[in-house]
Every structure is written in structure tokens, then in C-alpha cells.
């Protein structure tokens, strides 16, 4: 399977991202042929400039009819490099993704514009990238044909722009002054602003590599189900390293080791199987291992406590109050708990601390929390293993927040 | 000055969806066309123009695109200086509307002519009638209804292609923003919406309607506009 750059493309409504998208797209030729050329045609009879962001419709719709494109994910390609842009419909369903970890990104586009400048979702996405520890960032300052590619004012925006990113010691890679409506500084270096010397979005795009390598890590193996056809097969996704016939493992929190007897894909033995892959196995010994247990490696092991440190972002309409019970998902594992400590409460549009010690967190708002769980669960620290370093809280049946956990809960 | 903008198949859900503020106006909503047996062009604005349901006069006729109404028959007999462009029933380039049905059938049946093709005429006759209703809105007018009907025409080859009818419904919006800085009071109503039949387009079994101005409407029936434009006068 090709490798893929993964990064988020994340920035103020209407700052221009479904118009940087479709550029992207429409000039690396990535676009499939027939309706786009439909709509051209409409805009221009109408008199109107083509906008790249009806690509993004045309994309959108596809989507809903489940035709080319997987849901949240825009493939494309430059040169021999692949990339899949994460996207989402609305500003929920993104934070939302991003915490659930149904997209893990390598990378993160913020898109601002030049004429605006920082707007409120601005900062609360790039706390959120921050948070989620994506360190290659790209700033794009968009609509510069709006204020006449200015070099001062792109300075000016730019000088502003770092010492707000500072706040969160987030440290952009790239700073590029474009406008994704006539294509400059997007695939070439743009003419009108021969004053700027760095690189276009897809050069500097091209420089990333993959955030993780993920498949080098410890063995995470957390089971989702067990079958007992005679035999008890386990069936789960990897979500790091490698598993192998004959491999000794030891299954979490249980702490019980065993061997692994066979490996099963699609119905075929197989010898080895690598992330991503969802199987099923067998072990040699009797074990005794349910949903929510964690097939691990020997060297390396995950953290196993029922007290979790952790950064969350709320997104519940009700907010999340201390001592409430919750429930604590994260890959199979679910267990309930409290919330028992709420830190350094922000506010996640304006960076502001709101409260060091807090009693409850509105929607919106971000904190470092202990949760105390009724049961031990298996982690890992966000930024060694992202997918058992990351989990959601569930309030009312319904997902309401998330977060990542960054180390072992101090006892409060 | 009054001015009305028709827009033929506007729909309600697109409007919305695609967030058009000068097409929502002050306030906005969808027309109860449950009176129809069928949601008809002719006989809606017909209807629309005459403050009651005109559906039997008119569908009693061999051919119910030759209805017109008189200047009397319609609301705009209540207003001295009056000015229709374009409007079914009553002042439709029937030359226009005969081309556009031929293509249509050219499409479907004989397969003559490409969507390509189709939206030209219909986006040219488009570009005509909004440069006479701009006129208009400079001149001495008491009240002046535009009718554009390309949303309906294009909607029926297109409808299904959200993408394609955004242009168009970004297209309404702004002649509805550029309209506001002429009209006093200001009405934005549609015949019918429309809904999606794969790519193509089929009408909807409501209308859609804003206002500029205060006033309390739930699901008005087009025949009530009569009333309200007579009393705004």
C-alpha cells in the first residue's frame, strides 16, 4: 500500500479552506473529469470566476452519495508523493475526528485571512493541533490579492500571528503568504510576491514526513471481541507494531502471558500481520481475556492504572462537572469513573486561563483533568503511542469530549 | 418602490442549506401549495397575480400556456406606475419559453443538443432579463416583479448536481443584495421548490418566500400576497 502524508486542513469559516482545497486538487490535476468542467462552464455563461471552492461541493456530494471519496478523506497526489487531506463537514464533526482519532495527521495546514487576520477558530484549532501534538505546521495567510500582496502587512499578520502561537508553543514551519483563488505560492512561487523567497504550500508540504511511525512501535493489540468455535479465536485491530506466530505476549491489565498459537486473516493463516490490520487469534494456553484486554509485547508495556492525567477538550452542550460520574472509552476499553480534579481550565478561542482549580467545564473549554476510573485501564502517553494514548468521554450515551492522556493520574 | 423578485423552483431546503442571507432576507419560509392538485408554474403565479386560485380557469384550457391575465385582474391594478418583467401568465416572452421547452425535449427525447448547450439558452435569456429588471429599478416605478426563471429550467437538467445549482442560487442572491439597495419593500417568492431525481430535477410540493419588512407569516398560500402587497401599498 502507497504511504500517505495525512494533515488537517484547519482554519476560520470562510478564510478560505475549501478554496486552498480545491486549488490544491484542481492544480495537481487530481480531480476526477466531467461535472467540475460542468460547473466551469456554468460560471463562466454566468460571467462569474470559477471558485475552487465548488470543487469542494462537487467533492462534498460525492462523498454523500459514497462514490469516490471515503468519508473525511481527499486523496491526491504531487509527483510520486500521496497525500490525504482530513477533512471534515463542520467545526464539530473536525474537533470531533480529531479527538476521536478517526484521523491521525502527520501534519496541519492553518489557514488564515491576510485581510481579517486571527479569528476566533482560528486559536481553538490551533490549540487543538497543538494538543494533539502536531508538530509540522504550516501557517498559510490567505487572500493576499486583498490587500495588494503586501509584504508589510504579511509581516505585520505574521509577526502577530507568532507571538499569539507562542502562547501554546506551537511553532509554525512555514509561514506562507498566498491567495488560493488565483493560485499563488500554491504549487508555484508566485510572481506577485517576488519579495517572499520560501517555499509554495505543496513544496513546503513535500518536506513533511510521517508524524509516527507507528508500525515500529510496541505491540497494541486491544481485543474487540472473542469467539468460542471450539476454539477461542480473538479478534481485534492493531494499533501499533507487529504481531507474529510464536510470539510470547502479555495480555492487559490481566497481566497473564501466553503465546501466540495462529493467526488468522480473511479466513487465511497468516505469519505475521502489521497495524491496521484487524485479525483474529489463538493462543496456546487456556487465557482468560475479554473485550477491552490488551494484547501487548514484552519490552515496552503500557501504563496500567485507574487514574488517568489527561488534556480534554469538551464539546458537550451540558457541561462536564468534577465528581460526575462519566464513562472512559478508549479503543475497546470502557469503564466508568469520575472526574476527580479540573486544572488550568482555557478557553479554547481565546487561549485565556480561566481557572487553575475549576469545578466544572463548558463546552468549548479545555483542561487538564484526573479522571479516577472504577476499573484499571491499559494507555499509553499520547505522545509515545497516539492510538491507547487518546479516549473519549461519553456523558448521556453520547460522546461529549475528548482528550489524550499524558501520563499516569497523580492520586489527587 | 415595491419590488418583487419571482425566482421559478426556488427551493427552501437550498436556500438554507447553502446559507444565502439576502435571499432569506428579514424573515422567510415556505408557501402551503396544498390548495394545487399539482405544483404548476402557470397556475401558481397566475394565481399569485390574482389573489385566488386559478387552477380550474386555467387547466380547463387546451393550452394553459396561453393563459394571460389582464393589468386589472392582478394586484397590480392597485398601483399607478407598475412594471412586470417577463412573468407566466401575464407578460412571459412565449418566444423564450418555447425555446427553452423544445431544448427540453431536445435533451430528453431526441437527444439533440447537450446540458451544455441547454444552459446557454437559458442563462443568456437569463442575463437579458436581469439587465431589464435592473433598468427598472432606476426608473419611476411603484412596484416592479422580476421573474427569473432559470433555477427552474437549469434545476431540471441539474438539480441533482448541488455543486451547479449553488451557482445558480449564489446567482438569485445576488441579485436579491443588489436589488435591496433600490426596493423599499422587497418579497422574494417561488412557485414551487424543487427535489432531486438522481441529476435531474422535479418540483417540490412547496414554495418559498421572504420578506424585507415585519410581519407574521407561518405557511402563507401565494394568493395571500394579493392582500398584503394591496395593504402596502
Known amino acids: 500500500m502507497d504511504e500517505y502524508l495525512s494533515f488537517v486542513m484547519v482554519g476560520h469559516i470562510d478564510h478560505g479552506k475549501s478554496t486552498l482545497i480545491g486549488r490544491l486538487l484542481y492544480d495537481t490535476n487530481s480531480l476526477p473529469e466531467?461535472?467540475?468542467?460542468?460547473?466551469?462552464?456554468?460560471?463562466?455563461?454566468?460571467?462569474?470566476?470559477?471558485?475552487?471552492?465548488?470543487?469542494?461541493?462537487?467533492?462534498?456530494?460525492?462523498?454523500?452519495?459514497?462514490?469516490?471519496?471515503?468519508?473525511?478523506?481527499?486523496?491526491?497526489?504531487?509527483?510520486?508523493?500521496?497525500?490525504?487531506?482530513i477533512d471534515a463537514p463542520g467545526h464539530k464533526e473536525f474537533i470531533k475526528n480529531m479527538l476521536t482519532g478517526a484521523s491521525q495527521a502527520d501534519a496541519a495546514v492553518i489557514i488564515v485571512d491576510a485581510d481579517e487576520g486571527v479569528m476566533e477558530q482560528t486559536t481553538r484549532h490551533a490549540y487543538l493541533v497543538n494538543m494533539l501534538g502536531i508538530k509540522q505546521i504550516i501557517v498559510v495567510l490567505n487572500k493576499m490579492?486583498?490587500?495588494?500582496?503586501?509584504?508589510?502587512?504579511?509581516?505585520?499578520?505574521?509577526?502577530?500571528?507568532?507571538?499569539?502561537?507562542?502562547?501554546?508553543?506551537?511553532?509554525?514551519?512555514?509561514?506562507?503568504?498566498?491567495?488560493a483563488i488565483e493560485g499563488e505560492n500554491i504549487i508555484k512561487k508566485s510572481k506577485k510576491m517576488d519579495w517572499y523567497s520560501g517555499l509554495s504550500v505543496i513544496e513546503a508540504l513535500d518536506t513533511f514526513k510521517k508524524m509516527v511511525e507507528i508500525e515500529k512501535m510496541p505491540l497494541r493489540m486491544p481485543i474487540q471481541d472473542v469467539y468460542?468455535?471450539?476454539?477461542?479465536?480473538?479478534?481485534?485491530?492493531?494499533?501499533?507494531?507487529?504481531?507474529?506466530?510464536?510470539?510470547?505476549?502479555?495480555?492487559?491489565?490481566?497481566?497473564?502471558?501466553?503465546?501466540?498459537?495462529?493467526?488468522?486473516?480473511?479466513?487465511?493463516?497468516?505469519?505475521?500481520?502489521?497495524?491496521?490490520?484487524?485479525i483474529g487469534i489463538t493462543f496456546t494456553e487456556d487465557v482468560n481475556i475479554k473485550r477491552g484486554a490488551v494484547i501487548c509485547e514484552q519490552n515496552g508495556k503500557p501504563e496500567v492504572s485507574n487514574r488517568i492525567t489527561a488534556n480534554i477538550f469538551w464539546m458537550g452542550e451540558k457541561p462536564l462537572d468534577k465528581e460526575e460520574r462519566i464513562i472512559y472509552k478508549s479503543t475497546t476499553q470502557e469503564i466508568n469513573g469520575t472526574v476527580e480534579k479540573i486544572k488550568n481550565k482555557i478557553n479554547?478561542?481565546?487561549?485565556?486561563?480561566?481557572?487553575?482549580?475549576?469545578?466544572k467545564l463548558e463546552g468549548l473549554e479545555a483542561a487538564e483533568i484526573i479522571i479516577k476510573l472504577e476499573k484499571p485501564a491499559v494507555f499509553d502517553d499520547f505522545n509515545h503511542i497516539p492510538p491507547t494514548g487518546r479516549f473519549v468521554i461519553i456523558k448521556d450515551g453520547i460522546v461529549q469530549g475528548g482528550g489524550i492522556i499524558t501520563s499516569r493520574g497523580e492520586a489527587a | 418602490m415595491i419590488v418583487i423578485v419571482g425566482?421559478?423552483?426556488?427551493?427552501?431546503?437550498?436556500?438554507?442549506?447553502?446559507?444565502l442571507p439576502n435571499l432569506m432576507q428579514r424573515n422567510h419560509g415556505t408557501t402551503d401549495l396544498s390548495e394545487f392538485e399539482e405544483p404548476r408554474t402557470m397556475v401558481i403565479w397566475s394565481s399569485f397575480m390574482a389573489g385566488k386560485?386559478?387552477?380550474?380557469?386555467?387547466?380547463?384550457?387546451?393550452?394553459?400556456?396561453?393563459?394571460?391575465?389582464?393589468?386589472?385582474?392582478?394586484?397590480?391594478?392597485?398601483?399607478?406606475?407598475h412594471i412586470a418583467i417577463d412573468v407566466p401568465g401575464y407578460t412571459q416572452d412565449m418566444e423564450q419559453h418555447n425555446k427553452e421547452r423544445q431544448a427540453m425535449k431536445d435533451y430528453f427525447v431526441d437527444k439533440k443538443i447537450s446540458v451544455e448547450e441547454y444552459d446557454e439558452l437559458v442563462l443568456r435569456h437569463h442575463e437579458k432579463i436581469k439587465d431589464r429588471f435592473f433598468e427598472s429599478l432606476e426608473k419611476d416605478y411603484d412596484i416592479v416583479m422580476g421573474y427569473f426563471g432559470a433555477a427552474d429550467v437549469i434545476g431540471h437538467l441539474s438539480f441533482g448536481i448541488k455543486s451547479?445549482?449553488?451557482?445558480?442560487?449564489?446567482?438569485?442572491?445576488?441579485?436579491?443584495?443588489?436589488?435591496?439597495?433600490?426596493?423599499?419593500?422587497?418579497?422574494?417568492?417561488?412557485?414551487?421548490?424543487?427535489?432531486?431525481?438522481?441529476?435531474?430535477?422535479?418540483?417540490?410540493?412547496?414554495?418559498?418566500?421572504?420578506?424585507?419588512?415585519?410581519?407574521?407569516?407561518?405557511?402563507?398560500?401565494?394568493?395571500?400576497?394579493?392582500?398584503?402587497?394591496?395593504?402596502?401599498?
Open chain 1, 145 to 179: 490579492d486583498k490587500i495588494d500582496y503586501s509584504q508589510e502587512k504579511f509581516e505585520n499578520l505574521k509577526n502577530n500571528l507568532h507571538e499569539l502561537l507562542l502562547k501554546f508553543q506551537i511553532k509554525p514551519t512555514y509561514v506562507i503568504p498566498i491567495s
Open chain 1, 34 to 85: 466531467g461535472k467540475t468542467e460542468e460547473i466551469k462552464k456554468t460560471c463562466e455563461m454566468l460571467g462569474k470566476k470559477f471558485e475552487f471552492a465548488y470543487v469542494m461541493d462537487h467533492l462534498d456530494e460525492e462523498r454523500e452519495k459514497g462514490i469516490t471519496i471515503e468519508t473525511s478523506q481527499i486523496f491526491f497526489k504531487n509527483g510520486n508523493k500521496n497525500y490525504v487531506i
Open chain 2, 7 to 19: 425566482i421559478d423552483g426556488l427551493e427552501y431546503d437550498y436556500v438554507k442549506e447553502f446559507n
Open chain 1, 228 to 278: 468460542d468455535i471450539g476454539e477461542k479465536i480473538y479478534v481485534g485491530k492493531i494499533e501499533s507494531g507487529t504481531i507474529k506466530k510464536g510470539m510470547e505476549v502479555v495480555i492487559l491489565p490481566s497481566e497473564e502471558t501466553a503465546k501466540i498459537k495462529s493467526l488468522e486473516l480473511y479466513g487465511s493463516d497468516i505469519i505475521e500481520a502489521n497495524v491496521g490490520r484487524s
Open chain 2, 164 to 233: 451547479k445549482m449553488k451557482i445558480i442560487y449564489k446567482e438569485m442572491d445576488e441579485i436579491v443584495r443588489k436589488t435591496s439597495e433600490k426596493a423599499d419593500k422587497m418579497i422574494v417568492i417561488s412557485d414551487h421548490g424543487m427535489k432531486a431525481v438522481g441529476r435531474f430535477g422535479d418540483h417540490s410540493d412547496h414554495g418559498f418566500w421572504s420578506v424585507n419588512f415585519d410581519i407574521k407569516l407561518e405557511k402563507p398560500k401565494p394568493t395571500e400576497f394579493y392582500k398584503i402587497l394591496a395593504d402596502l401599498q
Open chain 1, 348 to 359: 479554547s478561542s481565546s487561549l485565556e486561563v480561566l481557572e487553575e482549580e475549576s469545578k
Open chain 2, 53 to 81: 386560485n386559478l387552477e380550474k380557469e386555467i387547466l380547463s384550457r387546451k393550452n394553459l400556456w396561453e393563459f394571460r391575465l389582464k393589468p386589472e385582474e392582478t394586484f397590480f391594478s392597485k398601483f399607478n406606475k
